[in-house]
């Protein structure tokens, strides 16, 4: 569970998102360009959501779309599962 919720990707947007609410405490007025960057922060934040829902897919041995990042791999991420559970 830590590799998915310390992946850069979910970091990354964390610390955006943290940067965007301090920039809405200086009391200036909501601009196209706030919307534009909360919009592209929420963007961020679900492939960074849906990268993490695709590895685990595949290393559960399910198949994942062919734009995912982890496409191909499926067999790799599902072998080091299976070494991870052996070790225990």
Not at 41 to 58: N, P, Q, Y
Not at 71 to 85: C, D, P, T, Y
Request: charged share 25%; glycine share 10%.
């Amino acid at each position: 569970m830590r590799k998915y919720l310390f992946g850069t990707g979910i970091l990354t947007a964390f610390t955006g998102g943290l940067t965007l609410l301090r920039g809405l405490r200086e009391h200036e007025p909501f601009t196209w360009r706030q919307a534009l960057a909360w919009l592209s922060w929420g963007i961020s934040l679900a492939l960074a959501i849906g990268a993490i829902v695709d590895v685990r897919r595949a290393s559960h041995g399910a198949t994942v779309d062919k734009d995912s990042p982890v496409h191909g791999r499926e067999s790799k991420l599902r072998r080091r599962r299976i070494a991870r559970q052996l070790e225990r």
